[in-house]
Each structure stands twice: as structure tokens, then as C-alpha cells.
């Protein structure tokens, strides 16, 4: 009987996704000299059908395994609380000695044999979107607050740097605070309408705060060039050598100041270092600050808002100030893509970007560090590799992601503990109390 409704389930899966295949994938325009001809797929939705039907019935049979060796460690609790806490246990190591290794591996890796000019370049997406997890970490991961507006500070910093540079000469490193700076202050002002939201209403909020931003970019055009962005935007030197091989008359290149052969490669290298260092300097500042009583008055707030009340901290300074810093953190990064891409527009800051940098975190394991970089790479270098199969990639993505939920709801390295307890973790209250 269960093998007949497993199978029944499947069905109506394969059936389902054949019916919303049809109009996506099952016809293709196609130029024939005069007007557009239609050509028929249905081979794909055949195949889709049969992906479905077979992944659906293994994820019943996956279901079914799982529901039953739940019922079995449900009736040993202790077995239930050890395998939580190996699960704790694996995040906090993870934190303590797997970052240590990635970072020694991200330091050198423009020096392995492979790390060819694609490679070093994909690498510096990666830690963009590293560096935006660890931003939005503190605002979902360490204080609880649902933010889905995260890529308006990203804007803010990027059209900071932009119009900083093209207007008033500043260059990178001068503008850097600037950008963080004004992205805080929108963080605090998109703080104050959400003071007592949560949940969901803050989520819808966020969004709305997101949406005004980039209708704004869009619009304002003799200010932010409206749909056609802004172009040549000034790149990065190093402490004042350009990376050109011809540099401005009286100034010496950076090629020419080491003695080195003139390699475009070089500035792609000195842009990974910076955006490396970058991240490195949002983690520490992540790091310690939680350590701090602001660090601890976030968690106690994701924890439980009326027992942080009742103790006597203040919801509303905890909020803005998650807020501010998150959002200035996202401003960095946003000043540092604008200087890397020499081009930005509004549709470089889409609610999309806002959708992945969530999933970074959740996927991540909220208030892992070390998780975020593994999902950022994960999500950032999923769609690179499926860019062979350019029809069926964000099909693979969003599969991926569903994949990583069902096997790891919890994150990929769950650690969301509080920095400080009552009692030691494991230990029962009031254990050793007179």
C-alpha cells in the first residue's frame, strides 16, 4: 500500500510539472526570414516529467526513512539532545577551526598553479557575497530581525563611491567610510518605521524600504543616470600607482615600481586582496562585538523581545544599532563593486540580490561565520558551473537550495547559541547551587 502511494505521489509530481513545463520550456521561437515560427520541446518536458517523477519518489522514500527513524530517537531523549548538541558542537568548531583554514586558503590562492585571471575574479565575487552574508548576519543571524531590503545599503554604497568619484574627485580608499557611513544613516532611518514590527511585517517592510531605493536609482536620472547606470567610474590604485600601462604623465605604474612586466592580471589580484581584507575586517568586527554588551543585547533580542525588555535593555538603540552597522557593512561592499565593476545600474541591485544574500545566511546557519562562507561559495559557484546548461540553471539552483533544506533545515553549520548562559552548556539549572 505505502509503495502504491509513493508511487501515486510521484505521479501527480511528474504530471504537475509536465503542465507547468509546457509553456515555459515546451515551445521556442525561432527566426525563419519572415515572421517568428514556433518549434515544439516536448522531448524537455518529457524529460523534466521523469526528473520530477523519480525525484519525487526518492524524496518519499528519503521522508518516509527519516519519519521513522524519528520516531525512533524521539523515544530516547537523550539520544535527541546529544545529536543536538553534536550539532552545536559542529558549529562552534567549525568557527574555531575551519575559518582559520579558509582564510590561510583564500590567502594564498592567487599563488596556486590554477589560479588563472578567471578564477581569481570568480574568487572576488565570492567574498562580496561573503562579506554581504556576514553584513546581513548580524542583522538576521545575531539579532533576529528579518531583513529583505539588504541590497538598498549595497546601492547606497556603490552610487556613493560612484558620485563621489565623478563629481569631487575622491578616490577609493577616501570614499570607503563615506559609503558606510551614508548606508548606516539609511540603515537607522529604515530602523525607526520597523521599531515594533517583526516577524513577517518586517520582512514586507524591508522589502518595500528595498523597492524604494532601486525605484529611486531608477528615476532620479540626472543624478543616478536613471536605467543607463554610470560609467567609467574610477578603479582603485595601489597608494597611488595605477595598474595602466601608460600612466598619467608624472605618476608611475605599479608594474614599473616593482620592476615587473605590465600583466592586467595585476590589478585583478589587488582587487581580491582588498575585498579579502575587507571581509577579514567584517568578520573580527562580527567576532568581537558579539562579544561585547551590544553583541549580547542582539542576542538576548532574537532570543526573546519581552524578556530583553524586562531586563532592562533598551529594544530600540538594539535594533538601529543592528540596523546601522549591517547596513554599513553592505555599504563597503557596495563601494568596493563599484570600483571593481567601473559600471553599475539599478538592475544590479534587484530584490534578487536581496533573495541570495538571505539564502547565504539561512543556508549558512544563522550566526555561523564559517557557514556563510561555504553557502556564499556554494550559491555564488552553482550557476557558474551550470552556465553550460543555460536553460536548466536556475532550475539546478532552486533545486540545490531545496535539496540543502530538506537534508540541512537548520544550515549547513548550525551555531546559534548565545555568547554567554547562566549555566554551562550541558549543564542542568541549579546544578551545584547551595
Same mark, same amino acid.
Given at each position: 500500500?505505502?509503495v502504491? *502511494?509513493?508511487?501515486?505521489?510521484?505521479?501527480?509530481?511528474?504530471?504537475?510539472?509536465?503542465?507547468?513545463?509546457?509553456?515555459?520550456?515546451?515551445?521556442?521561437?525561432?527566426?525563419?526570414?519572415?515572421?517568428?515560427?514556433?518549434?515544439?520541446?516536448?522531448?524537455?518536458?518529457?524529460?523534466s516529467?521523469?526528473?520530477?517523477?523519480?525525484?519525487?519518489?526518492?524524496?518519499?522514500?528519503?521522508?518516509?526513512?527519516?519519519?521513522?527513524?524519528?520516531?525512533?530517537?524521539?523515544?530516547?531523549?537523550?539520544?535527541?539532545?546529544?545529536?543536538?548538541?553534536?550539532?552545536?558542537?559542529?558549529?562552534?568548531?567549525?568557527?574555531?577551526?575551519?575559518?582559520?583554514?579558509?582564510?590561510?586558503?583564500?590567502?594564498?590562492?592567487?599563488?596556486?598553479?590554477?589560479?588563472?585571471?578567471?578564477?581569481?575574479?570568480?574568487?572576488?565575487?565570492?567574498?562580496?557575497?561573503?562579506?554581504?552574508?556576514?553584513?546581513?548576519?548580524?542583522?538576521?543571524?545575531?539579532?533576529g530581525?528579518?531583513?529583505?531590503?539588504?541590497?538598498?545599503?549595497?546601492?547606497?554604497?556603490?552610487?556613493?563611491?560612484?558620485?563621489?568619484?565623478?563629481?569631487?574627485?575622491?578616490g577609493?580608499?577616501?570614499?570607503?567610510?563615506?559609503?558606510?557611513?551614508?548606508?548606516?544613516?539609511?540603515?537607522?532611518?529604515?530602523?525607526?518605521?520597523?521599531?515594533?514590527?517583526?516577524?513577517?511585517?518586517l520582512?514586507?517592510v524591508?522589502? +518595500?524600504?528595498?523597492?524604494?531605493?532601486?525605484?529611486?536609482?531608477?528615476?532620479?536620472?540626472?543624478?543616478?543616470? +536613471?536605467?543607463?547606470?554610470?560609467?567609467?567610474i574610477?578603479?582603485?590604485?595601489?597608494?597611488?600607482f595605477?595598474?595602466?600601462?601608460?600612466?598619467?604623465?608624472?605618476?608611475?605604474?605599479?608594474?614599473?615600481?616593482?620592476?615587473?612586466e605590465?600583466?592586467?592580471i595585476?590589478?585583478?589580484?589587488?582587487?581580491?586582496?582588498?575585498?579579502?581584507?575587507?571581509?577579514?575586517?567584517?568578520?573580527?568586527?562580527?567576532?568581537?562585538?558579539?562579544k561585547?554588551?551590544?553583541?549580547?543585547?542582539?542576542?538576548?533580542?532574537? *532570543?526573546? *523581545?519581552?524578556?530583553?525588555?524586562?531586563?532592562?535593555?533598551?529594544?530600540?538603540?538594539?535594533?538601529?544599532?543592528?540596523?546601522?552597522? +549591517?547596513?554599513?557593512?553592505?555599504?563597503?561592499?557596495?563601494?568596493?563593486?563599484?570600483?571593481?565593476?567601473?559600471?553599475?545600474?539599478?538592475?544590479?541591485?534587484?530584490?534578487?540580490?536581496?533573495?541570495?544574500?538571505?539564502?547565504?545566511?539561512?543556508?549558512?546557519?544563522?550566526?555561523?561565520?564559517?557557514?556563510?562562507?561555504?553557502?556564499a561559495?556554494?550559491?555564488?559557484?552553482?550557476?557558474?558551473?551550470?552556465?553550460?546548461?543555460?536553460?536548466?540553471?536556475?532550475?539546478?539552483?532552486?533545486?540545490?537550495?531545496?535539496?540543502?533544506?530538506?537534508?540541512?533545515?537548520?544550515?549547513l553549520?548550525?551555531?546559534?547559541?548565545?555568547?554567554?548562559?547562566?549555566h554551562?552548556?550541558?549543564?542542568?539549572?541549579?546544578?551545584?547551587?547551595?
Amino acid at each position: 500500500m505505502a509503495v502504491a *502511494e509513493r508511487l501515486r505521489d510521484a505521479f501527480l509530481a511528474a504530471l504537475v510539472a509536465a503542465v507547468l513545463a509546457l509553456p515555459l520550456i515546451g515551445f521556442e521561437t525561432i527566426d525563419t526570414g519572415g515572421p517568428l515560427g514556433i518549434k515544439t520541446r516536448f522531448d524537455y518536458i518529457a524529460y523534466s516529467a521523469i526528473a520530477v517523477f523519480f525525484g519525487r519518489l526518492g524524496m518519499r522514500i528519503a521522508f518516509d526513512w527519516r519519519r521513522r527513524s524519528r520516531e525512533k530517537s524521539m523515544q530516547d531523549e537523550a539520544a535527541t539532545a546529544d545529536r543536538k548538541e553534536l550539532l552545536s558542537d559542529l558549529g562552534r568548531k567549525a568557527d574555531k577551526w575551519l575559518m582559520p583554514a579558509l582564510i590561510a586558503f583564500a590567502v594564498i590562492l592567487p599563488m596556486m598553479p590554477f589560479a588563472s585571471r578567471t578564477v581569481v575574479d570568480l574568487a572576488t565575487v565570492v567574498l562580496i557575497y561573503v562579506m554581504l552574508g556576514w553584513g546581513l548576519n548580524i542583522v538576521v543571524g545575531l539579532a533576529g530581525l528579518l531583513d529583505l531590503g539588504y541590497v538598498a545599503f549595497y546601492a547606497v554604497g556603490a552610487y556613493t563611491y560612484a558620485l563621489l568619484s565623478m563629481h569631487f574627485g575622491f578616490g577609493f580608499w577616501s570614499s570607503l567610510p563615506l559609503a558606510g557611513l551614508l548606508a548606516a544613516t539609511f540603515g537607522v532611518i529604515l530602523g525607526f518605521p520597523v521599531l515594533r514590527l517583526r516577524g513577517d511585517y518586517l520582512a514586507i517592510v524591508t522589502l +518595500g524600504f528595498g523597492e524604494i531605493i532601486r525605484v529611486i536609482l531608477l528615476n532620479w536620472q540626472s543624478v543616478t543616470g +536613471g536605467p543607463a547606470g554610470i560609467s567609467g567610474i574610477q578603479r582603485p590604485s595601489f597608494f597611488g600607482f595605477p595598474f595602466s600601462a601608460d600612466p598619467p604623465e608624472g605618476t608611475t605604474a605599479f608594474h614599473q615600481l616593482f620592476d615587473l612586466e605590465f600583466a592586467s592580471i595585476h590589478r585583478i589580484i589587488f582587487l581580491y586582496y582588498v575585498i579579502l581584507a575587507l571581509a577579514l575586517v567584517t568578520n573580527i568586527f562580527t567576532m568581537r562585538i558579539r562579544k561585547l554588551p551590544v553583541g549580547r543585547a542582539w542576542e538576548a533580542l532574537r *532570543e526573546d *523581545e519581552i524578556a530583553c525588555t524586562a531586563l532592562g535593555i533598551n529594544p530600540t538603540n538594539t535594533k538601529l544599532t543592528a540596523f546601522a552597522i +549591517g547596513a554599513m557593512f553592505g555599504g563597503f561592499a557596495g563601494s568596493f563593486f563599484a570600483t571593481r565593476q567601473g559600471f553599475i545600474s539599478p538592475e544590479s541591485f534587484s530584490f534578487i540580490e536581496s533573495a541570495v544574500i538571505l539564502a547565504i545566511v539561512v543556508l549558512g546557519g544563522m550566526g555561523s561565520q564559517a557557514g556563510i562562507v561555504l553557502a556564499a561559495a556554494f550559491l555564488t559557484l552553482l550557476p557558474e558551473v551550470a552556465r553550460e546548461f543555460a536553460l536548466f540553471r536556475m532550475l539546478a539552483f532552486g533545486a540545490a537550495m531545496v535539496l540543502i533544506m530538506v537534508w540541512r533545515p537548520q544550515g549547513l553549520l548550525a551555531h546559534r547559541e548565545p555568547t554567554m548562559r547562566l549555566h554551562p552548556a550541558g549543564a542542568k539549572a541549579g546544578k551545584g547551587a547551595p
